[in-house]
């Protein structure tokens, strides 16, 4: 049986396999295939961020601990952030104050899956990883996804590398498969088959643009998401110019002490690619 340590190495080399299938290349014109081309991006930079935090989580140096668990609490603000996306506008809708409308936008009622049951699977292994880098820097969460606030006087928990690989360790299995099942959820011609029409991409992409202006610290969030995002894919489809000049050039600088980890995808930092089939 294989240790620890290389099953997550491999659920993660499986399940970037098949996020590359569908995320290569430029952005689909079709919705109901770019839902999944959108998805399978997403969870591309999540698995390549995740892995990437593995590789190096027993290396930091002492001096430069806080920086790499606020790179950590990036990674499960990422996540949290993108699930809590799925719940509020893509695969579920919310209820909403008696004068707006009674539902949010989204794919539900006619595109019907197991979202919720399956994030619950790894919502505690998510929130421990999330728990233990705010303990470490002694901070809690802002008002946004990705900002902390300091708190007066708190005893900070020390830095503990295999910790968070053994976080991680157990978060993977839960994660992974539950992010492999939206792909195959997501096939196209299973939403156009399901009935959900044209105008709802366009509802749910409006609402879901208005909340990450809202909602998400740019400076952490998005510049974490965006250095971790392989170039065989150009998810997230984004504006060239906040991708090629906000982002690096006025976003990526409050931070910049945390960055120094992100991967360099000019030397395969996680291995080739692996074909799926």
């Known amino acids: 049986m294989a240790d620890a340590s290389t099953q997550f190495i491999d ?9 590359a299938k569908h995320c290569t290349g430029r952005p689909p014109r079709d919705p109901y295939v770019k839902a999944r081309w959108t998805m399978s991006g997403v969870h591309a930079f999540i698995t390549d961020s995740l892995q990437n935090i593995y590789q190096l989580a027993d290396k930091i140096p002492k001096h430069q601990e ?31 104050p008696p004068l707006l409308p009674n ?8 595109f019907k899956t197991e979202v919720l049951d399956e994030h619950a699977a790894f919502a505690k292994a998510l929130t421990e990883l999330d728990e233990y880098a705010m303990a470490m820097m002694g901070v809690q969460k802002g008002k946004k996804y990705g900002l902390t606030v300091p708190i007066p006087n708190a005893t900070k928990e020390p830095y503990d590398g295999q910790k968070i690989k053994r976080l991680l360790e157990t978060l993977s299995v839960p994660l992974f498969t539950h992010l492999q099942h939206e792909i195959a959820w997501l096939e196209p011609d299973r939403i156009r088959a399901s009935g959900v029409p044209l105008s709802r991409f366009a509802e749910i992409d409006a609402l879901i643009d208005q909340h990450i202006q809202e909602e998400l610290d740019a400076p952490s969030s998005l510049v974490f998401s965006l250095y971790h995002s392989p170039p065989y894919s150009q998810s997230p489809d984004l504006p060239w110019i906040l991708k090629k000049v906000i982002v690096p050039w006025l976003m990526y600088w409050k931070h910049r002490r945390c960055w120094r980890w992100f991967p360099d995808y000019s030397k395969q930092p996680f291995g080739p690619v692996e074909q799926s089939p």
């Open 11 to 19: 659920v993660c080399s499986k399940s970037r396999a098949l996020f």
């Open 66 to 96: 806080q920086d790499f668990a606020f790179f950590v609490f990036c990674a499960t603000q990422s996540i949290e952030h993108h699930h809590h996306l799925e719940e509020t506008y893509v695969l579920l809708g919310i209820s909403l």
């Open 103 to 110: 539902l949010v936008p989204r794919l539900e009622p006619e």
